[in-house]
């Protein structure tokens, strides 16, 4: 596991923008984080690394976002409002086996779709500094624990 800390948002996308080129397409990148914890922040900075100049926002209301302008297309999932359904019918599968990079936001209750590999990413809020955040780089299994030493590299 990677941990870093970051001090600002700026800090957070840049981060995720190093991230961007080292992507394939059907990379699966879970965001664990609370309330304005920087999910969609970070989501940008990866955009931006993938060569995707659109403005990103958060998919709560639509659930699913698609952006096709960059190196790889970006499907950014924001599945909060399933708490209650979960993601069956949705067919998440062919976002996760397509050919882009499948960015999740709110996993959790979406669990018994998502596949054992991936990258988990928790955006932790300090207790005592609002600026300040942790990155956590959860890898799980090989392709990521390799995604996850070069971005180390990179930093």
């Given at each position: 596991m ?27 990148l ?31 209301f ?33 976002y ?18 998502i ?21 956590e ?19």
């Amino acid at each position: 596991m990677l941990t870093i800390k970051v001090d600002s948002a700026e800090q957070t996308q840049a981060i995720a923008k190093k991230m961007g080129p080292l992507l394939q397409a059907r990379d699966i990148l879970l965001l664990d984080g609370d309330l304005g914890a920087g999910k969609t922040t970070f989501t940008k900075g990866l955009a931006e690394g993938l060569g995707i100049h659109r403005n990103i926002k958060s998919p709560t209301f639509t659930i699913i976002r698609e952006y096709q302008q960059g190196r790889l297309p970006l499907y950014h999932m924001d599945v909060y409002r399933l708490e209650e359904t979960g993601g069956d019918d949705l067919g998440l599968e062919e976002y996760f086996e397509g050919d882009g990079v499948s960015v999740v936001e709110w996993s959790q209750f979406v669990g018994d779709e998502i596949p054992a590999d991936k990258l988990i990413i928790h955006l932790k809020k300090d207790d005592h500094n609002d600026d300040v955040r942790y990155l956590e780089f959860e890898p799980h299994g090989k392709r990521y624990e390799e995604l996850v030493s070069e971005l180390e590299k990179q930093l």
